[in-house]
């Protein structure tokens, strides 16, 4: 099976080569779960029992598109331990945890981040499927606790969604074949305080494109933030970061700012891609040539993200290659990424304030 269990280092290596979210907020137009139904049709073989367990914005979000994908998911039941919590029409109701694995070959977990470890890790070990929202975990230290107990075969699937926002997916394919040279990433835009701070709630997803569209492994080397000392991490950072293949690149998220904004730049030797992932367009522009400067837009795949983040795990499952939905492994890296910065911004505060800063961010963000 081309998709790696869990725990499985040598499939990690197998399957890391390179992989094509968007506004999974907005219902698509109907034709977007067409377009990916077609997908799995020509992909997959046999529907796969599938238990919900959260029933809020998202869990809702994930039964409509279960629920849609019917030839290749049988949606057996959720549960939500908030009785309030509405039940999606159509979708038995379950009485608990222990129901919904009994169930299910797939469990997908949409409830609080701070309860995705006990969840992933019983299901896990249950040897249940799981496919989780991102992030993983609360921390890295998490996530790899649950992926320890994974039985063998049990696969971890995480809602990077980003990755199947139609400009990462366009851009994913555009550069397959050449050498990522900067990438540059901005997410920002009023949100709620979150209790694993503003890099690990929203900066995940940038983390887990750069090393999904950058060109290897991410190497940070640099941080500041700005933002109440007491939370757990800033409300705003602006991160630097290299990737093996010697690409250089930035993320800046703020989860103050008044103007919302998802944005892509990635360079090539040959091109600027300029996209913008709430509207969903991306321009190229030639950096040579006649052409040079010269403006297009890119034609972009229609499907709707997350019914395409659904065909992508179906087809795992079914042994194709994992190319574009993200695993346990890419959970616990992105983790692993956001921790990271958030320790140079409290070192560059530090640093700040003993007036000398510079000499010590050349030392210590090596160590990260």
Not at 102 to 126: F, K
Request: aromatic letters at 4%.
């Amino acid at each position: 099976m081309a998709c790696r269990p869990a725990s499985s280092a040598r499939a990690r290596a197998r399957l890391s080569k390179a992989r094509a979210y968007g506004n999974a907020g907005e219902d698509a137009p109907e034709k977007a779960t067409e377009d990916a139904d077609e997908t799995m049709r020509r992909g997959t073989t046999r529907r796969y029992k599938v238990t919900l367990l959260g029933l809020g914005t998202m869990g809702q979000r994930h039964a409509r598109i279960l629920k849609a994908l019917e030839a290749h998911f049988d949606l057996a039941g959720a549960y939500d331990p908030n009785p309030a919590a509405a039940t999606p029409e159509g979708t038995t109701r379950l009485g608990s945890e222990a129901e919904a694995l009994s169930r299910a070959e797939l469990v997908v977990v949409a409830t609080p981040i701070d309860t995705h470890m006990g969840l992933v890790g019983r299901a896990l070990a249950a040897g249940r499927h799981v496919f989780v929202e991102k992030p993983a975990c609360s921390t890295a230290t998490e996530a790899r606790s649950a992926l320890a107990m994974a039985r063998a075969g049990a696969h971890l699937f995480v809602g990077h969604s980003e990755r199947f926002n139609p400009v990462v997916r366009a851009l994913a394919k555009l550069v397959r074949d050449e050498r990522v040279l900067a990438i540059d990433l901005r997410r920002v835009g009023t949100s709620r305080p979150c209790a694993s701070g503003v890099l690990v709630n929203l900066g995940v997803h940038d983390f887990d494109l750069a090393t999904y569209l950058g060109g290897g492994e991410v190497t940070l080397r640099g941080a500041v933030g700005s933002g109440p000392s007491a939370a757990p991490g800033p409300d705003a950072a602006h991160v630097v970061f290299s990737t093996a293949a010697g690409a250089v690149g930035h993320i800046h998220v703020d989860r103050a700012a008044p103007t919302r904004q998802r944005a892509i730049e990635l360079v090539t030797a040959r091109w600027v891609y300029e996209g913008d992932l709430l509207a969903h367009r991306l321009v190229r522009i030639a950096r040579s040539g006649p052409g040079r400067a010269a403006r297009a837009d890119v034609p972009l795949p229609i499907d709707e993200p997350l019914a395409a983040q659904a065909a992508a795990m179906a087809h795992a499952l079914e042994g194709g290659a994992a190319r574009e939905i993200a695993m346990g492994d890419d959970g616990v890296r992105a983790l692993e990424l956001a921790e990271r910065a958030g320790v140079l911004c409290k070192w560059a505060e530090a640093w700040s304030a003993s007036g000398d800063p510079a000499e010590n961010l050349s030392v210590d963000a090596r160590r990260c």
